[in-house]
């Protein structure tokens, strides 16, 4: 199994193993790579004296012996980024869709970082804060990020409660070439321009207080309702005050 998704087959001669490979549509890889060694259920694999063929990769991995490239895709790949489905808030920001000019795997999209202006990073797979990718796999013209911590803690320096935190950010996919143009999160900015104010923000801010809403762009932990301990605590904060 390579990293391109493809199944090769080997044809043996003699004591010679010899893997093809035919790059098929939509495969690609920035640096191609084996990722497992398997025989096929009801077959074998052994050696003159009867022990089983070893399936470990060796340490030293394909891609560390060469830099196969596999359709590059071009740095223009990302046509299109939409934060917050194109509503203006950024109290809250929980996703990021990108679109794209040619069909990705979005299972070779392990790098994607959302890096803020002080250097704070949330990537995928990362051990605080975390970038999920949907779908998880498969070529799609569009995929859509959303925020977590990891072992489920509401909070991290990156994100709180499905959000990414206050601050100037941008998204880095390496393997896409893409770096996006700054944008920000500031809880209690309504209308997006970058400060808690006295008018759009604090009378939106007053129109949902009390209420239980699923979603509400002021519910600052997310549990569903607009209160005055934590969300408001939160709004008073900030009031007045702008990204950096
Ligand atoms: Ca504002
Ligand atoms: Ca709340």
Redo the contacts with the bound molecule.
């Keep these: 199994m390579l990293d391109t998704g493809a199944k090769v087959t080997a044809t043996i001669n003699g004591s010679v193993l010899t893997f093809a490979y035919s790059v098929a549509a939509g495969q690609t890889s920035p640096d191609l790579d084996a990722l497992q060694l398997f025989v096929p259920p009801g077959s074998t694999l052994r050696d003159a004296s009867g022990n089983d063929a070893i399936l470990t990769l060796p340490a030293t991995k394909l891609a560390s012996m060469t830099s196969y490239i596999v359709n590059p895709l071009p740095p223009t790949t990302v046509s299109l980024i939409t934060i917050n489905t194109g509503q203006p808030q950024r109290s809250r920001l929980t996703q990021i869709q990108l679109q794209f000019a040619v069909p990705v795997n979005t299972a070779l999209l392990t790098d994607v970082s959302v890096v803020r202006s002080d250097g704070v990073t949330v990537r995928t797979g990362g051990s605080s804060g975390r970038v999920i990718v949907s779908p998880t796999m498969g070529l799609v013209s569009s995929a859509t990020l959303t925020f977590e911590n990891a072992f489920a803690a509401p909070v991290s320096d990156g994100v709180e409660y499905g959000s990414l935190s206050d601050g100037r950010w941008r998204v880095v996919i390496p393997y896409l070439s893409f770096v996006s143009l700054d944008f920000h999160r500031l809880f209690g900015d309504i209308n997006g321009d970058a400060t808690v104010d006295g008018g759009s923000d604090f009378s939106a801010f007053g129109s949902e207080f009390g209420l239980s809403l699923v979603g ?1 762009p ?10 005055g ?3 408001f605590a939160a709004f008073g904060e900030r009031f007045g005050q702008s990204v950096p």
């Design positions: 509400s002021f519910d600052f932990n997310a549990d569903g309702v607009i209160d301990g934590t969300d």
